[in-house]
T-cell receptor
């Protein structure tokens, strides 16, 4: 158990629908990152939050949005879903080790859009 | 923009042998961090090893070591005495180091799938 909790583990939905993925970071970690991993692909950075504020934005579609709440958990909202949104969505939180932010990943949420 | 390139989509190695996975990156920064992550079939992302660019000494973690060539912007991972449990996708990753540490996203390569042959 990495300490980063993601729910749900699996989600199957239809095109045009909206889903929310939830992430609870490790205790004490202030940063939350969201990554998308499509089938057999690398990890695409979506967005990062630090203590409730958006810190960095990557290749996140306008149909996607995220936020980090005062208790530091984060939610990734995916709307108007398309077949191509099917992917594994990872949340990670970070702890500073010797100056480097080391990411600790959750187990991922697998989204299937039919 | 920073990029991370892993030129070997797949590799195979005999059990107990040594294998080296390649990674190159592009950056104009002088201070940064590099990582190798492992993703086994369970899909869990696991940190294998990290390297600070200001350190000349190559990082080592048990059977895993890196060959960090800063001038060449190369960061390869060597796995010694390969074991069946090492079979996984391996991702090289880069993070810029900034004083303010405001934007500390980590960029990943596309990965190398490593097969261990019994």
């Amino acid at each position: 158990d990495s300490g980063v909790t993601q729910t749900p583990k699996h989600l199957i939905t239809a095109t045009g629908q909206r889903v929310t993925l939830r992430c609870s970071p490790r205790s004490g970690d202030l940063s939350v990152y969201w990554y998308q991993q499509s089938l057999d692909q690398g990890l695409q950075f979506l967005i990062q939050y630090y203590n409730g504020e958006e810190r960095a934005k990557g290749n996140i579609l306008e149909r996607f949005s995220a936020q980090q709440f005062p208790d530091l958990h984060s939610e990734l909202n995916l709307s108007s879903l398309e077949l191509g949104d099917s992917a594994l969505y990872f949340c990670a939180s970070s702890v500073r080790i010797s100056g480097a932010n080391v990411l600790t990943f959750g187990a991922g949420s697998r989204l299937t859009v039919l | 923009a920073q990029t991370v390139t892993q030129s070997q989509p797949e590799m195979s190695v005999q059990e107990a042998e040594t294998v080296t996975l390649s990674c190159t990156y592009d950056t104009s920064e002088s201070d940064y961090y590099l990582f190798w992550y492992k993703q086994p079939p369970s899909r869990q992302m696991i940190l294998v090893i990290r390297q600070e660019a200001y350190k000349q000494q190559n990082a080592t973690e048990n059977r895993f070591s890196v060959n960090f060539q800063k001038a060449a912007k190369s960061f390869s991972l060597k796995i010694s005495d390969s074991q069946l449990g090492d079979a996984a996708m391996y991702f090289c990753a880069y993070r810029e180091s900034t004083l303010m540490n405001r934007d500390d996203k980590i960029i990943f390569g596309k990965g190398t799938r490593l097969h261990i042959l019994p």
